[in-house]
């Protein structure tokens, strides 16, 4: 979460715990990935306790910034490729199917570009008003287009996807995009990840519609 160590580590702790009951779930290997986001978001809450401990003490300044980075790799690297793909494991129809494989290659090449810009440009963090702040000193002039093409696999695939309640998560997903966007602007990485609890409690949601038939396919019985 972003308010605290204690928050964000125990958020961690719940996340973790969602997780391995979403990996029980599943029935096959390809439903694997999709069931291990929870696991994801988990070891990336962890990351970002160690880094309110790295800010929050100046005896931990001097390691501070691995956390920064460790977070980011989740959150800016991680997420536009996991997402299609594990989305796509899942998928049955054949046209869906193809979108995804292209919304997985746009998530692909805008992880390399992010990381490219993790490495090149200069990236912080501080705590602001009770949130960690991220400053990634990224080229503006390409900001926008970096951000749709970010936004693309991470939520548009979820609303793709034939699985049933699929996009139920998308729509979580976007809400909580919005309401962050506009409330918390200044801390739009961090508070977004709020959010990652609820969105997990979707993927477990689904997940157990794996032990029914078809896999809970949307257009079908379940």
């Given at each position: 979460m972003c308010f605290s160590a204690g928050a964000s580590f125990g958020a961690s702790a719940v996340l973790g715990?969602?997780?391995?009951?979403?990996?029980?779930?599943?029935?096959?290997?390809?439903?694997?990935?999709?069931?291990?986001?929870?696991?994801?978001?988990?070891?990336?809450?962890?990351?970002?306790?160690?880094?309110?401990?790295?800010l929050s003490h100046p005896v931990a300044?001097?390691?501070?910034?691995?956390?920064?980075?460790i977070f980011l790799i989740f959150a800016q690297l991680i997420w536009p490729?996991?997402?299609?793909?594990?989305?796509?494991?899942?998928?049955?129809?054949?046209?869906?199917?193809?979108?995804?494989?292209?919304?997985?290659?746009?998530?692909l090449f805008?992880?390399?570009?992010?990381?490219?810009?993790?490495?090149?440009?200069?990236?912080?963090?501080?705590?602001?008003s009770g949130h960690i702040h991220y400053s990634l000193s990224f080229p503006i002039a390409l900001a926008w287009i970096s951000?749709?093409?970010?936004?693309?696999?991470?939520?548009?695939?979820?609303f793709v996807s034939g699985v049933k309640k699929m996009p139920m998560l998308g729509a979580a997903i976007l809400i909580s995009f919005l309401v962050t966007k506009i409330f918390f602007e200044d801390f739009l990485i961090s508070v977004w990840c709020f959010f990652a609890a609820i969105l997990s409690l979707v993927v477990l949601g689904i997940t157990s519609?794996?032990?029914?038939?078809?896999?809970?396919?949307r257009g079908k019985e379940a």
């Open positions: 715990t969602i997780g391995v009951i979403s990996l029980k779930k599943v029935l096959e290997p390809t439903q694997r990935p999709f069931a291990m986001i929870p696991l994801i978001f988990a070891v990336q809450q962890f990351s970002e306790g160690m880094l309110w401990i790295g300044a001097a390691w501070s910034h691995f956390p920064v980075y490729v996991w997402v299609p793909y594990a989305v796509f494991r899942l998928e049955k129809d054949p046209v869906r199917k193809r979108i995804l494989q292209v919304l997985l290659i746009i998530g805008i992880s390399c570009y992010l990381l490219y810009c993790m490495f090149v440009y200069r990236v912080s963090a501080e705590i602001r951000s749709v093409l970010y936004f693309m696999p991470t939520v548009a695939s979820l519609s794996f032990r029914t038939e078809d896999v809970g396919v």
